[in-house]
C-alpha cells in the first residue's frame, strides 16, 4: 500500500510483533493476544516482552525493548498507565513505527489524563511513530490470524472469511458489530478500533481501508470526530475506489452527544452537519446495528445501480403491498411492467398478478420452471436494475435447492444485476443461495432499505465533477461584528446583493433617502449591539410618507434607548420596501469539526416550525447551491406550484454559492452570518438580502 495512509500499515498488517506486559497467563490481557494469535496461525513473529520471564506460552520472552532481537512492526502496550510513557520511549529508541496501546487512563478521565496522553503523543512523534489508542481493544484480521486485541468476543467463536471491515472508535461496539456480524454469517474479518485516538484516528482508519486491496465495504461506529482533514480525505479516497461506506455516527440528542465526549473525549459536533457531510460524500447513514450489516452484506456484491428500480417475485400478494409500501416511502422507484409482457405472463399463469410486484403464486410448486420464467422477464421486459424475491419458507424446504436452480439460471444470465432473496432457510442453504449470486434478507423492508442504498451508492460513485465554486474577492472582516449596514456593504463586495438602502445619522438624510428609493420603505435601527432588531420593535415597515419617515425615526431611537441603553447607535437604515418574493433564509454556521457550513430553507414557519432545512460545508458552486434549494421540502413553493409563477431560483443559487465562498475565505473570525429575510423574486429579478447579520 503506497497512498497517503500507509504509515497504518505496521499497525494494520504487521510481520513482527512484540507484546510489552506478556503474560503466560492466555486469559489476562498481556496474554490474550499471544493465545490468539498461536491459535489461529499468525505467520509472522512474536516477541513476548517480561522482565520476570524467560519463556511465556512457549515462546522466548525478553526482558525489555532494548534486548529485542531486531526491530519489530508492532509493539502490543499491555501495561499500566505509570509505566506507559517509558515504554513508548522504549519502543521510540528502539525505532518502532507501531503501537497499540491497551493501557488506559488518560483523556477518557480527566484533565491529568489529558495531559499524559499529550506526553504520550510527543514522544511518539520525536520518533516517528504511530500511535493507536490508548484505551483501545485494538486490531484483528482474521484472514492473517493477527489478533492485537483482548478482546472475549472469540470465546463464542473466530471471523468468518470476507470482505467486509469494520472501523471503530468504541472497542466493545466494534466487536458487537463484529459478532452480530459472525452470527449472521456475514464475512467481517477485519476491525480496528480507536479508543482515545491521540494519534491515529478515525479518519485515517477508513482511509487505509480505502486503500487496503483485501476491504471491499467499510462498515464504521463513530461517536464524534475528532479533525476534519483525514476524515475528509478518506471519504473521498473510498468515494474514489468506490468502496462503500456504511456508518453509524451515534451522538443525534444532545443526551447522546454528552455521552459521547464523556466516553471518548471526542467533538460529537451538530448532528445534522455531520449527515450533511456523509450524504455529501456518498456515505449511506445506519441507524442501526441490523442496519448497518444489511447494507454492509448487500454491498459485497459490488453492484451499485445508476439509476436503481426494483423489480419484485413473490409468492404472496400481501408481502408485494408491504414492499411496494417500503419502496415508496423511502422513494425508490417500481415501474409496472410493459403491457405485453404483463399478456405473456397472464398466458403463463392466468390469476397472477403481473404488473409489479408480480405475483407468481403458489403455482411455481406444481411447475418449477415458471419460477425462471417469471424471473427472466423481470430482468429482460422489465428491465429492473434490481430483483427482489420473496419465497419465504419456501426457499427453506425441501424443494429449496430445485427453486435455487431455477433463480441460478436468471443470475448466472445477467451478472450486472442485483439480485436479493427474502427466505427463511437454515444456514447451509442460505450459504447455498448466496453461493448462486443472490444475497439473502429475512426481513423484506430490510432488503428494500438495503436495495435501495445499493442506488445510492451507485449515484454517488457516478456522479458528474461538481462545478468550480464561484471567485470572490477576498474581504477583510472588521474585528467586532458590523452593523447591519456594514454587513450589507461587505456581503455586496462579494457580489450578494440586499435590497436598495442607505444609512442615515440625521432625520433629514432618511426622509432624503425615502424620497430617492420611493415609498414605501423601511426602517431599522442600526446598532452593532442589536442583533435581533425585531425582538425590541427595531423594524418599521410600511413606512409611507415623509411625516411617517421622521416620527418613525425618532420612535426607533426612542426603543432602542429603552430596550439596550448602553449599545452603539450609528443612525437608521432605510431601505426600498421589496413587494413579490418568496421569503428564504440563508446562512453560515462555523461548525467545530468541519468549519464553515452553508444553510438555505425558506422563511417564516418553515424554518421556525417545521426546520425545513439543508446545509453543505462551504465553499460549492451554483450547481450544489441549485441542488440544495430545490431538495427541501417547500421547493415547490420556489418552483412555481399551484399557478404560482417561478421565483429566481438561479440569482438565488448564485447568491448561496458566493455566499459559501465568502465564508470560507473568511477565516475562523467568522462566526456566523444569517441572511434572514432573502427575497427570491420572480424569475430574472434576481435575489435580494432584506437583512444582514454578521457575527465576529
Given amino acids: 500500500m503506497n497512498g497517503g495512509f500507509s504509515t497504518l500499515t505496521p499497525l494494520l498488517a504487521p510481520r513482527s510483533i512484540a507484546i510489552i506486559g506478556a503474560s503466560s497467563d492466555p486469559t489476562r490481557i498481556g496474554g490474550r493476544p499471544i493465545a490468539f494469535m498461536k491459535d489461529q496461525g499468525f505467520k509472522g513473529t512474536l516477541y513476548p516482552v517480561n522482565p520476570s520471564r524467560a519463556e511465556i506460552q512457549g515462546l522466548k520472552a525478553y526482558p525489555s525493548v532494548a534486548d529485542l532481537p531486531e526491530v519489530p512492526d508492532l509493539a502490543i502496550v499491555a501495561v499500566p498507565a505509570n509505566l506507559a510513557l517509558a515504554t513508548v520511549e522504549a519502543l521510540g529508541a528502539k525505532g518502532v513505527k507501531g503501537a497499540i496501546l491497551f493501557t488506559a487512563g488518560f483523556a477518557e478521565v480527566d484533565e491529568a489524563g489529558q495531559a499524559e496522553q499529550d506526553k504520550l503523543v510527543a514522544i511518539a512523534r520525536a520518533h516517528g511513530m504511530r500511535l493507536l489508542g490508548p484505551n483501545c481493544l485494538g486490531v484483528f484480521d482474521g484472514r492473517t490470524g493477527y489478533y492485537a486485541t483482548f478482546s472475549s468476543s472469540f470465546d463464542s467463536g473466530w471471523p468468518i472469511p470476507g470482505r467486509i471491515s469494520i472501523a471503530s472508535q468504541s472497542g466493545a461496539y466494534g466487536t458487537h458489530v463484529f459478532a452480530q456480524a459472525r452470527n449472521r454469517r456475514i464475512g467481517a474479518s477485519l476491525c480496528v478500533m480507536t479508543g482515545n485516538e491521540a494519534d491515529i484516528t478515525l479518519g485515517e482508519v477508513i482511509g487505509w481501508l480505502a486503500e487496503n486491496p483485501e476491504t471491499d465495504v467499510i462498515a464504521v461506529y463513530a461517536e464524534g470526530i475528532r479533525e476534519s482533514d483525514n476524515f475528509l480525505a478518506s471519504l473521498a479516497a473510498a468515494r474514489a475506489a468506490k468502496k462503500p461506506i456504511v456508518m453509524m455516527k451515534v451522538g443525534r440528542s ?404 458566493r455566499l459559501s465562498v465568502f465564508a470560507d475565505q473568511a477565516g475562523d473570525g467568522l462566526r456566523s452570518i444569517d441572511l434572514n429575510p432573502v427575497l427570491a423574486m420572480p424569475e430574472g429579478k434576481g435575489a435580494f438580502a432584506v437583512d444582514a447579520v454578521i457575527e465576529i
Fill in 254 to 657: 444532545a443526551l447522546g452527544g454528552e455521552a459521547a465526549k464523556s466516553h471518548t473525549a471526542s467533538i460529537a459536533g451538530d448532528d445534522a452537519i455531520t449527515d450533511a457531510v456523509l450524504r455529501e460524500f456518498g456515505v449511506i447513514r445506519a441507524r442501526t446495528t441490523e442496519e448497518l450489516l444489511d447494507i454492509a452484506h448487500t454491498a459485497t456484491r459490488k453492484i451499485y445501480p445508476v439509476r436503481n428500480t426494483l423489480g419484485v417475485i413473490t409468492l404472496s400478494g400481501g408481502a408485494g403491498v408491504l414492499i411496494s409500501d417500503v419502496a415508496e416511502q423511502i422513494g425508490l422507484d417500481m415501474p409496472a411492467m410493459p403491457g405485453a409482457a404483463q399478456a405473456r405472463l397472464k398466458e403463463a399463469i392466468s390469476f397472477c398478478a403481473p404488473r409489479n410486484p408480480v405475483d407468481c403464486t403458489a403455482q411455481v410448486a406444481n411447475d418449477m420452471s415458471l419460477l425462471k420464467t417469471f424471473t427472466e422477464s423481470l430482468v429482460v421486459d422489465g428491465g429492473y436494475s434490481s430483483i427482489l424475491a420473496f419465497l419465504t419458507q419456501a426457499g427453506g424446504s425441501n424443494r429449496g435447492i430445485e427453486m435455487g436452480e431455477q433463480l441460478r439460471a436468471v443470475s448466472d444470465a445477467h451478472p450486472d444485476r442485483l439480485f436479493v432473496l427474502n427466505v427463511l432457510a437454515d444456514a447451509d442453504r442460505v450459504a447455498h443461495f448466496e453461493s448462486i449470486g443472490w444475497i439473502c434478507h429475512e426481513d423484506p423492508t430490510r432488503a428494500v432499505m438495503a436495495i435501495d442504498a445499493m442506488g445510492r451508492y451507485g449515484t454517488a460513485f457516478n456522479a458528474a465533477p461538481l462545478a468550480a465554486p464561484p471567485i470572490v474577492p477576498k474581504v477583510r472582516l472588521p474585528a467586532t461584528t458590523p452593523s447591519e449596514g456594514e454587513a450589507k456593504r461587505l456581503l455586496g463586495e462579494a457580489g450578494i446583493p440586499s435590497a436598495p438602502e442607505q444609512a442615515c445619522a440625521t432625520v433629514e438624510e432618511a426622509a432624503a433617502a425615502a424620497e430617492a428609493f420611493g415609498y414605501p420603505v423601511v426602517m431599522k435601527i442600526l446598532s452593532p449591539d442589536i442583533v435581533h432588531k425585531s425582538e425590541i420593535g427595531g423594524v418599521l415597515l410600511d413606512v409611507a410618507d415623509a411625516d411617517a419617515v421622521r416620527n418613525g425615526f425618532s420612535l426607533l431611537l426612542a426603543r432602542a434607548k429603552a430596550a439596550a441603553p448602553n449599545a452603539r447607535i450609528e443612525g437608521v437604515l432605510v431601505a426600498r420596501q421589496l413587494k413579490g418574493g418568496v421569503e428564504c433564509i440563508l446562512g453560515i454556521h462555523r461548525d467545530p469539526v468541519f468549519g464553515p457550513v452553508a444553510m438555505f430553507g425558506l422563511g417564516g414557519i418553515f424554518v421556525e416550525i417545521l426546520k425545513d432545512v439543508v446545509f453543505r460545508r462551504c465553499p460549492f458552486g451554483e450547481d450544489v447551491a441549485e441542488e440544495m434549494i430545490r431538495s427541501i421540502k417547500g421547493a415547490p413553493l420556489l418552483l412555481g406550484a399551484r399557478g404560482r409563477r417561478p421565483a429566481d431560483v438561479k440569482a438565488l443559487a448564485a447568491m448561496l454559492a
